[in-house]
């Protein structure tokens, strides 16, 4: 079981460093020009990497998940995308310096997918936020809303080393939702 753990997150961060060599080479990753529009990326475009800090909050109870690794791109029309560390891209669009990613974290049994928005604004080199969506679950008095937030920073044009780093998200919310329910 220890050895299918292992594989199931090295898989894991191989899909993910696939799709973020896909995002990166579709959208560039270089620090972009200005642009004369209202939407468009312009003098934001370009990869910021950093980390969020997750946390489970469950009928009042906050549960802390650990930092992850984050990894966002701006393309020059304003497109944001937003991977995670189990490779999950949300998406988006800037306006002005702020945006807004939604996308769909995966179920992890016994709950249901969830629902993820990310909300950051770009301030310099660096963007701050926050990600927030809710799952459902059921426990042994009904079903349970599990909701998973979180502050987030990433830099522009920071080391990939910080993508590759940090814990497997996947595995510690199936670790907290199994000694919940």
Do not use: W
């Not at 090295?10 to 959208?27: E, I, P």
């Not at 966002?72 to 944001?80: A, E, F, K, Q, Y």
């Not at 830099?155 to 510690?172: C, P, V, Y």
């Amino acid at each position: 079981m220890k050895d299918l753990n292992r594989h199931d997150r090295l898989f894991k961060r191989l899909t993910f460093l696939m799709a973020t060599a896909f995002v990166v080479a579709v959208t560039g990753c270089g620090g972009g020009g200005s642009s004369s529009g209202g939407g468009g990326g312009g003098q934001f475009a370009g990869r910021y990497a950093g980390s969020e800090t997750l946390e489970l909050v469950t009928q009042g109870q906050v549960t802390p998940m650990g930092t992850f690794p984050l990894l966002l791109v701006i393309d020059g029309n304003g497109s944001v995308t937003v991977t995670d560390v189990d490779a999950i891209n949300y998406r988006g669009q800037l306006s002005g310096n702020k945006f807004s990613a939604t996308g769909v974290y995966p179920a992890i049994p016994p709950c249901s997918a969830a629902n993820i928005t990310y909300q950051g604004t770009i301030v310099g080199d660096d963007i701050t936020g926050s990600s927030n969506g809710a799952s459902t679950c059921p426990g042994p008095g009904g079903t349970l809303t599990v909701v998973m937030r979180g502050p987030f920073k990433v830099t522009r044009n920071a080391h990939g080393r910080e993508i590759l780093g940090g814990d497997d998200k996947g595995q510690a919310i199936s670790n907290t939702l199994e000694s919940l329910f």
